[in-house]
């Protein structure tokens, strides 16, 4: 059974920092991206960061360029997104997303974890 379990998220004061963290389970990690997207209230889901299955390429939103950095332990099938100054537009659910490298019809979402940015 396919598992992808995200924690980490909770209330933050504005340039505080989160580390995210999606457990996986149920499919072999190594053969996919590893996205992380968020959702802020009446907006449409959004990609935040990506990275390749080996770890080796990574891509970001413009929004969180050089304050968020994603990462992947593939050892323990785990994706991390490391959040620095995070600001009260953060605030949003948070969403880990598995896709696989050679089919893409292999696509699997976490259920979320909130993160609110406020003071």
């Known amino acids: 059974q396919v598992q992808l379990v995200e924690s980490g998220g909770g209330l933050v004061q504005p340039g505080g920092s989160l580390r995210l963290s999606c457990l996986t389970s149920?499919?072999?990690?190594?053969?996919?991206?590893m996205n992380w997207y968020r959702q802020a209230p009446g907006k449409e889901r959004e990609l935040v960061a990506a990275i390749s299955p080996t770890g080796d390429s990574t891509n970001y939103a413009d929004s969180v360029k050089g304050r968020f950095a994603i990462s992947k332990d593939n050892a323990k099938g785990t994706v991390y997104l490391q959040m620095h100054s995070l600001k009260p537009e953060d605030t949003a659910v948070y969403y880990c997303?598995?896709?696989?490298?050679?089919?893409?019809?292999?696509?699997?979402w976490g259920q979320g974890t909130q993160v609110t940015v406020s003071s």
């Open positions: 149920g499919f072999t990690f190594s053969n996919y991206h």
């Open positions: 997303r598995a896709v696989n490298f050679v089919n893409i019809r292999y696509d699997y």
